[in-house]
């Protein structure tokens, strides 16, 4: 019996619940750091619910002799270069023995939802474990984009850290918001360089200055400086990641790394290396049982350094632009 795609509809949450539990069940067995909350059906029913309540969703579901064998759910929202369209970790499953092609069929409806509503970025978070399907999509003209990583801080063999010379190492705290603040341009530099040319606009540059100076008297964060002469030359920071309906990767106790920067005068010293190793180091010994990360793959001083870590891929954004002119060149 052929395929049948449907409109995502409320009725059809229970069922696309189920088939993310079964998928999450097979992930994890690639995946190991994967959470188990997710294979029970009221963790994935709730989380397939969370995303249809969202505002500005679109949905489909495949159906094979009456019974659902895949859904794709994305839902958009604005960014300062258009409407973007994601589809979230919770966003799709496919039933076991069922090919990619499924998908692809679901993506066809769900695109066309998006780009007759003037969606042209397209994006797609997929488990790194369901190869097919990225597989299928890069068939499609996806490409990815961003890379999510866990590490388990329980087997990560932690090396003794030397501080490079000259530079003092502490973490940041009250008064550090000007150090933190001369570093928040350093990774959009990164992200407009070749191979990605992703532009920041100006207009936001004061904004994520302000983020980054707030993070020094932020309880919440574990920040760590590089500072030489008082220069501050590099930071990495930590702080819990929650748990919640739709993380498909957050275990208890997981930390999550993120605004980690050198300034580019001070690269290659091995800043980064020693404020990285001593941040797990406390967050182990803080009792976080795993770390998360991610970073964009074309953002190449970053992809080629956080997997020497031990960050193993757990999940893809594949990403494709589509041109707006077909809004006024497609007949009929
Ligand atoms: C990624 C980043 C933080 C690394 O910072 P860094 O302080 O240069 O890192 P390190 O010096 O520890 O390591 C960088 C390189 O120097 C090497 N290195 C480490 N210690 C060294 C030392 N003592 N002497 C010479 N080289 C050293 C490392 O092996 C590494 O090699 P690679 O270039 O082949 O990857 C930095 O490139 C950066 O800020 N990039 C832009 C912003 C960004 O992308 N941030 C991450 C967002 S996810």
Redesign the pocket.
């Known amino acids: 019996m052929n395929i049948v795609i449907k409109p995502f509809t409320e009725e059809m949450i229970p069922e696309a619940g189920h088939l993310l539990a079964l998928r999450h069940k097979r992930n994890r067995a690639l995946l190991p750091l994967l959470p188990t909350r997710f294979e029970e059906l009221s963790a994935t029913t709730q989380a397939v619910e969370t995303l249809w309540k969202k505002k500005f969703k679109n949905g489909h579901a495949a159906y094979r002799d009456g019974r659902m064998v895949g859904y794709l759910l994305g839902d958009f929202t604005v960014q300062s270069w258009g409407r973007c369209g994601y589809v979230y970790l919770p966003g799709y499953a496919l039933a076991d023995g069922e090919k990619a092609t499924v998908t692809q069929d679901l993506y066809c409806a769900l695109g066309e939802d998006w780009v007759k509503q003037g969606v042209f970025s397209h994006n797609l978070y997929l488990c790194a474990a369901d190869a097919n399907i990225i597989n299928a999509m890069f068939g499609l003209g996806f490409g990815k984009e961003r890379v999510d990583a866990l590490l388990d801080l329980g087997t990560a063999a932690i090396p003794e850290t030397e501080t490079?010379p000259g530079i003092m190492i502490r973490k940041a705290g009250a008064g550090d918001s000007d150090h933190l603040g001369s570093l928040s341009d350093?990774?959009m530099r990164?992200l407009s360089n070749a191979p990605y040319w992703h532009p920041t606009l100006p207009e936001e540059w004061e904004e994520l200055r302000e983020g980054w100076a707030e993070l020094a008297d932020d309880k919440e964060w574990t920040v760590w400086l590089a500072l030489e002469n008082n220069e501050a030359l590099?930071t990495v920071g930590f702080r819990p990641e929650q748990e919640n309906p739709t993380s498909l990767l957050v275990s208890p106790r997981t930390t999550y790394l993120s605004v980690?920067?050198?300034k580019l005068k001070?690269?290659?010293?091995?800043?980064?290396?020693?404020l990285t190793w001593q941040g797990l180091e406390q967050a182990s010994k803080d009792g976080f049982d795993i770390c998360y990360?991610?970073?964009?793959s074309p953002?190449l001083?970053?992809s080629?350094?956080?997997p020497?870590f031990g960050f193993k891929d757990v999940a893809y954004r594949l990403s494709k632009q589509v041109n707006p002119m077909i809004s006024w060149t497609r007949t009929g």
């Open positions: 490079p350093v990774i990164s590099g980690a920067a050198t001070a690269r290659g010293r091995g800043i980064s290396t020693s990360t991610n970073w964009i953002n001083p970053a080629r350094f956080w020497r």
